[in-house]
């Protein structure tokens, strides 16, 4: 299926020429909602966070992506950035950036329990915060702390330790007050198994749910980890317990490997829809994860560069898997094609140009494998 990009008008050129971006995929985002979250980790390259922030073409390939998939939340590895001014500068860009385009920046902790490196992160946040104007903040702290994965989990005391992770979370809020943080809110990520009974050793069915209750006084949500259930009906069947009892507080988050998980990129994309669909647009998904997303998305072609029309030709950016074989096409009337290139892909994004651009008053590429 060929989708049509807006045009776009080309200035300092012929005043007629135009040039159409086009997609040649079998599955495309479909992202009818706008209230999707994913979390981004720091690393590995090229995809990672402490590769991307700092480089424009990168925050924009990266920003594209966003917007494309509906995100609207991003659960940022940003603990490096804080360490240092030029990564503190580095950061609020791309917090301005994200903030432009309406995309929350929300500042990820990921450890089993919150030890005191997260803590100090917790503390450079503050300050970067403090610092700041409100555009270019993180607006949210988003714990992904997993006791569960402790070598002591399973040992008789997993009550406790999950008594301990709910005073972590008021902890985390009472330091954010006492700081001035009070607009700061705090998102969590739990297991979507925890709510069961037997799994956790919870004294009675009662304590269970008051448990679950006492998380929303520190938390203004939080996402269900549903990784592990690899279709729409094993996960309505883990979030419903808590769907039912804090309505509007709860996300679910799904893994987006195709081939991992789900079969493929298409039953990714019909499961997120189904979970927008069945429980609406204000429960949201988060999906796990951009370097994941990333390796088997579409590609998406776009101008590479400003002016992206020179002497030398039309200037074009792909931006695709790595290791992926592209052909890219040109045409004058959406009928006929010629390709222009074939090539795999070495890097995240890959620039081109086409020298006849300059010999027509229109001119349309496409991309398809």
Request: proline share 5%.
């Amino acid at each position: 299926m060929t989708v049509p990009m807006k045009p776009c008008f080309l200035h300092n050129w012929l005043p007629f020429l135009l040039c159409g971006l086009a997609l040649l995929s079998s599955t495309c985002a479909d992202a009818g909602s706008s209230n999707r979250g994913v979390w981004c980790w720091k690393s590995p390259g090229p995809y990672g966070l402490n590769y991307i922030i700092g480089t424009n073409d990168l925050e924009n390939a990266a920003l594209a992506q966003f917007k494309l998939w509906g995100i609207s939340r991003v659960y940022g590895s940003y603990g490096d950035l804080l360490k240092t001014v030029q990564g503190q500068t580095a950061l609020a860009a791309w917090n301005i950036l994200l903030n432009s385009n309406g995309i929350e920046s929300q500042l990820l902790i990921s450890d089993n329990t919150l030890t005191s490196g997260d803590s100090n992160l917790l503390v450079e946040m503050i300050n970067f915060n403090q610092n700041q104007p409100p555009a270019a903040r993180c607006q949210a702290v988003h714990l992904d702390l997993e006791p569960w994965g402790l070598s002591t989990w399973d040992t008789g005391s997993n009550y406790q330790m999950l008594v301990d992770l709910a005073g972590t979370y008021q902890q985390v809020r009472a330091e954010l007050n006492a700081h001035g943080q009070t607009n700061v809110l705090i998102y969590a990520d739990l297991a979507d198994w925890l709510n069961n009974l037997a799994s956790v050793n919870w004294p009675s069915a009662s304590v269970r749910d008051q448990w679950y209750s006492s998380l929303l006084q520190s938390l203004a949500g939080f996402t269900l980890l549903a990784y592990d259930q690899p279709a729409f009906s094993g996960i309505q069947n883990v979030v419903s317990y808590a769907m039912t009892n804090d309505p509007g507080a709860v996300r679910v988050g799904i893994d987006a490997g195709a081939g991992e998980t789900w079969s493929n990129l298409s039953a990714f994309v019909t499961v997120a829809g189904q979970i927008e669909s069945t429980y609406s647009d204000t429960a949201g998904i988060d999906i796990y994860d951009f370097i994941t997303l990333e390796t088997v998305a579409p590609p998406v072609l776009s101008i590479g560069s400003v002016p992206p029309l020179t002497a030398n030709g039309f200037n074009l950016m792909l931006q695709a898997p790595i290791g992926s074989n592209y052909v890219i096409q040109a045409s004058t009337d959406f009928t006929i094609w010629q390709t222009m290139t074939n090539f795999v892909t070495t890097s995240w994004l890959t620039y081109f140009t086409d020298p006849a651009a300059t010999n027509f008053p229109y001119r349309f590429y496409q991309v398809e494998p």
